[in-house]
């Protein structure tokens, strides 16, 4: 299993960032996929969830209306639009995916993360 980040890096306050995560390994069409950050000294905190179809999506409180968490099943992929980025935005962000076992059962699987750093 494979979750492999792309997309960080350093923008201004009001900028904007598109993170991709590129997924193998698994049945990514079944998959519920999230997108965690962590600042240094915080804890990591979820930031963005999509269901295995796309249909349903949730966010964190800070980031309502700014970032919008996306997915192409027929790419594997899972996307995090960021915009409007704050300093408060700045953290590594990581991808997650919820992998079904069975129908009782989750794994759990992470990225490596990518870091985003918002300063002017």
């Known amino acids: 299993v494979q979750l492999v980040e792309s997309g960080g890096g350093l923008v201004q306050p ?7 995560c590129a997924a193998s390994g698994f ?16 804890e990591r905190e979820l930031v963005a969830a999509i269901s295995s179809a796309g249909v ?15 997915r192409d099943n027929a790419k594997n992929t899972v996307y995090l639009q960021m ?3 704050k300093a408060e935005d700045t953290a590594v962000y990581y991808c ?16 490596q993360g990518t870091q985003v750093t918002v300063s002017s």
Do not use: C
């Open 56 to 70: 349903d999506t949730n966010y964190a409180d800070s980031v309502k209306g700014r970032f919008t968490i996306s």
């Open 14 to 20: 009001g900028g904007s960032l598109r993170l991709s």
């Open 96 to 111: 997650h995916a919820e992998v079904k076992i069975d129908r009782y059962r989750l794994t759990f699987y992470w990225g």
């Open 83 to 85: 915009n409007s980025l």
């Open 27 to 42: 049945t990514f069409s079944s998959a519920g996929m999230n997108w965690y950050r962590q600042a240094p000294g915080k």
